[in-house]
């Protein structure tokens, strides 16, 4: 299956980044690259993660990035990323459309 990222998922893995880099340079380019492998496993393992429990829908998973949240949809021929959220962040319906 084929992954792709969401605009607002790619600005939050940057912010994520940089906010790490202020302090830890190394550390933010290592989370990165862990970052992307996990989200290009799921091209194969696209059922791996937990259901959002926010969203409830099987169609809509979650796999953990410490300290992080990886929110991604599983279409018929592709994995779409979502959003990356903070795991201690509140849910904010409004970032995930209903639709998506």
């Known amino acids: ?3 792709i990222w969401s605009p607002l998922a ?5 912010e994520a ?6 302090d830890r340079p190394q550390a933010a380019a290592d ?16 059922k791996r993660g937990r259901v959002v429990p926010e969203i409830g829908k099987v169609t809509h998973r979650q796999i ?3 300290p992080s ?3 991604y949809r599983i279409d018929a021929s592709q994995v779409v990323i979502l959003t990356i959220r903070h795991g201690r962040r509140a849910w904010d319906p ?3 459309a209903p639709g998506e």
Do not use: C, N, P
């Open 94 to 96: 409004d970032e995930v």
């Open 31 to 46: 989370w990165l690259e862990e970052l992307i492998a996990r989200v290009e496993a799921l091209g194969k393992f696209a």
């Open 69 to 71: 949240r990886i929110i």
């Open 17 to 22: 980044v940089d906010s790490i880099a202020t």
């Open 64 to 66: 953990f990035h410490y």
């Open 10 to 14: 790619e600005q939050r893995a940057i």
């Open 1 to 3: 299956m084929k992954v």
